[in-house]
């Protein structure tokens, strides 16, 4: 795809501009983006062009918060609640380990996981291990996937496998994401699976049919 097509949804989110921003994600699907290049081109360049105000040294909440409503704008057009799609593949668990509250990551994968036909229990951000492993039990769950953006949540993800064997759930599979999961091989995570974007989360569990619940 032309990356300029979606600059200007880039710079509509940027500028926290809601409605600006869903009518261009309209504009752009009615002209044959599809939604994953508008997440991939669109959504995740603009709060790319945000790290700067997001750092140890500079942090400017308000800034950041309010193109983040943007995006969750554009993910909700893109990905409708109640469209009625159906859940037939099974269920997976979801959330941001404890200590990390970045969420706009984990929730582009909820919707790309619902729309593929899952059933997705999200446990929020900063979730402890135990609520993660505690549900995935309860919920039958196949998978369980992990949202991490700070580099402090390494040794927490590094918790899950044992905390789901406890738990007797040894088949469920672990998949791992986000800017600071990506970079990391499986070993060094203790999980199955790293992606680097929701939709390969998506393609794994369709390939893999891991855990069979
Ligand atoms: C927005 C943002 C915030 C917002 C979060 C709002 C929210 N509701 O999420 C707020 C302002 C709250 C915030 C807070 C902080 N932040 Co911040 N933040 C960001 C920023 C700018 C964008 C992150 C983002 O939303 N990206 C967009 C999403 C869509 O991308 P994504 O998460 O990568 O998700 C995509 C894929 O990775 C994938 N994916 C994501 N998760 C998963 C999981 C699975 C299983 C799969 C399959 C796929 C997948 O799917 C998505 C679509 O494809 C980043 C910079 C950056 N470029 O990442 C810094 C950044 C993550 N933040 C950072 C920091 C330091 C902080 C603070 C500590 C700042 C402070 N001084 O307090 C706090 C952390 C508080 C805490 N305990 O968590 C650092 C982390 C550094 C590090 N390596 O540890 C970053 C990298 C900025 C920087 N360069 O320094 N932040």
């Given at each position: 795809m032309n990356g300029r097509s979606t600059e200007r949804l880039v710079r509509l989110l940027m500028d926290g501009e809601r409605t600006g921003a869903v009518g261009e994600a309209e504009t752009l699907v009615g002209s044959g983006i599809t939604r994953e290049e508008i997440v991939s081109c669109g959504l995740e360049v603009a709060m790319k062009g945000l790290e700067s105000k997001c750092t140890l040294e500079e942090f400017n909440l308000l800034e950041i918060m309010i193109a983040g409503r943007a995006v969750m704008d554009v993910i909700k057009f893109l990905y409708p609640a109640g469209?009625?799609?159906?859940?037939?593949k099974g269920t997976v668990v979801i959330a941001t380990p404890e200590g990390d509250v970045h969420d706009l990551g984990k929730n582009i994968l909820r919707f790309v996981l619902v729309a593929d036909g899952y059933r997705l229990v999200d446990c929020g951000c900063d979730c402890p291990v135990a609520t993660l492993a505690d549900t995935a039990d309860e919920e039958g769950a196949r998978a369980v996937c992990v949202s991490g953006l700070?580099?402090?949540?390494i040794p927490v993800v590094r918790q899950i496998r044992g905390s789901l064997a406890a738990r007797g759930l040894d088949g469920v599979g672990i998949i791992a994401g986000g800017a600071a999961l990506k970079q990391a091989a499986p070993e060094d995570l203790d999980v199955d699976f790293v992606c680097d974007s929701a939709f390969d989360a998506a393609n794994w569990l369709d390939a893999t049919g891991e855990g069979g619940a």
């Open positions: 469209t009625n799609l159906p859940s037939t700070i580099t402090s949540v």
